[in-house]
């Protein structure tokens, strides 16, 4: 497992002293020493390399890592860029981010350009078994990245949250800062985007209200490679 060493740490060390912590490394160490796990164990903590905690001003919320090679790298929702297949969570943001923000739909699915600009693009649970869909759930990951909304949460900032299907809002009660916006949606997944996630507008909405707090603006168009 890589390790985090930018400002995240100080926000975050004490969760690597508790025991929770200690019995997910132990299980994560032996799932990567045994089984094919995603992503690579370097990638593991991008989100918090690439997005700095001073730096967050979009707080995305996926669930679980992508589960098949060259898709997986550390951010939520983003996969390679040499994997040519856009998953279909993801060209559905890009039909949302078309209708409303009027982007080109890009030929590739790494959302690093977003991570750079300040969106943390973070799942609940940051690793899984090659072909098995939530297979690290439950070993510890969702109290580690609960310590991570906090942090986020007590950030006295504006930020924006986006949170897409029943367990990303289920985090909404963890959010008390008045500073900051939470938009909320269903999943975009094809089985529950047409319940409204297309036409949610959470691309521009976040945008406006970074611009009316004085904030730059996120460029959300991913561009061809």
């Known amino acids: 497992m890589g390790m985090i ?3 995240w740490l100080p926000a975050v060390q004490e969760e690597f002293h508790k025991p929770y912590y200690k019995e997910l490394y132990t299980f994560i160490k032996k799932e990567y020493d045994t089984h094919v796990i995603y992503p690579p164990a370097d990638d593991i903590f991008n989100a918090f390399h690439f997005t700095p905690l001073s730096k967050v001003k979009v707080l995305l919320l996926g669930q679980d890592p992508y589960h098949n090679e060259n898709q997986a790298h550390g951010l939520s929702f983003s996969v390679l860029p040499q994997q040519k297949e856009i998953p279909p969570s993801l060209q559905n943001i890009y039909k949302e981010l078309q209708d409303d923000c009027g982007c080109y ?3 590739n699915g790494y959302l690093k350009k977003w991570a750079d600009q300040g969106v943390l ?3 609940t649970v940051l690793t899984v078994r090659a ?4 297979s690290h759930q439950g070993r510890g990951w969702e109290q580690f990245t ?3 909304i906090e942090a986020v949460n007590a950030q006295d900032r504006p930020i924006v949250y986006m949170f897409w299907g029943r367990p990303a809002q ?3 009660s963890m959010l008390t800062n008045p500073k900051h916006l939470i938009l909320t949606a269903p999943h975009p997944s094809p089985l529950s985007a047409y319940r409204g996630f297309f036409g949610c507008r959470h691309f521009s909405k976040a945008n406006t ?4 707090n004085g904030v730059t603006p996120i ?3 991913i561009e061809n490679i």
């Open 121 to 123: 693009l973070l799942n």
């Open 105 to 107: 739909i890009p030929n």
């Open 5 to 7: 060493t930018n400002d």
């Open 131 to 134: 072909h098995q869909a939530n």
């Open 146 to 148: 609960d310590a991570i």
């Open 219 to 221: 460029d959300w168009q």
């Open 170 to 172: 289920s985090k909404a």
């Open 209 to 212: 209200f970074l611009e009316e």
